[in-house]
């Protein structure tokens, strides 16, 4: 991507923590000002881009496991879009009726989400804090598409690790739990110091 090409209110030249994710991934929804932040990352984090792609492939074995498993809905916290084999693309593959809401609040994930699902109505995409439980849960639009009535799968890939402790992420993960009726599942995947997956 050029800089040229940047949608209107995206900054090319400020590094998006999901444009340097697509990198990493090998993507090429990215900016010059996002690989060179990226390139940093990996020289003080060797294996960096290793463990994103790691992520990735644990995400998609997840939602193909919970779309198998009888979950059709899906809410994808900090969805890390735009990049390859995305939540709804996963689960349509077993579940042609899937719906998923991905939640994000940077402005990059918002337009390339926007305009890939555009015409997709088992899709929905809110920009919002993701902390912000209550504000998020009270959204029409997550309300539209999921019946919290049914089992609902809540994804937090590469999320919780962005909180500091004042977020309070024990909190946040009960309040999304407490809303879900039994039957619903959670998954999350979290950095940890002195963990090297081997795929």
């Not at 693309?89 to 719906?99: H, S, T």
């Not at 998020?136 to 799968?153: M, T, Y």
């Not at 879900?180 to 002195?194: K, R």
């Amino acid at each position: 991507m050029t800089d040229e090409q940047a949608p209107e209110g995206i900054d090319p030249d400020t590094p998006s923590v999901a444009r340097m994710y697509d990198y990493y991934l090998g993507g090429k929804d990215n900016y010059a000002a996002d690989r060179a932040a990226a390139e940093r990352a990996i020289e003080a984090v060797p294996g960096l881009r290793e463990l994103a792609r790691a992520n990735r492939r644990f995400l998609g074995r997840v939602v193909a496991h919970l779309a198998a498993s009888g979950i059709g809905q899906f809410i994808d916290l900090g969805t890390g879009l735009p990049t390859q084999r995305n939540v709804h693309e996963v689960a349509r593959e077993i579940d042609p009726l899937a719906r998923v809401v991905y939640v994000d609040n940077d402005p990059t994930v918002l337009a390339h989400a926007r305009a890939l699902l555009a015409a997709d109505d088992r899709t929905q995409v809110i920009g919002a804090d993701v902390r912000d439980v209550d504000g998020l849960l009270a959204r029409p639009e997550l309300g539209d598409l999921i019946d919290f009535d049914r089992p609902v799968a809540v994804l937090m890939f590469a999320l919780l690790h962005t909180f500091n402790a004042d977020a309070d992420p024990y909190g946040f993960v009960r309040r999304f739990t407490d809303t879900v009726v039994p039957g619903s599942m959670l998954a999350i995947s979290h950095a940890a110091a002195g963990v090297r997956p081997e795929t």
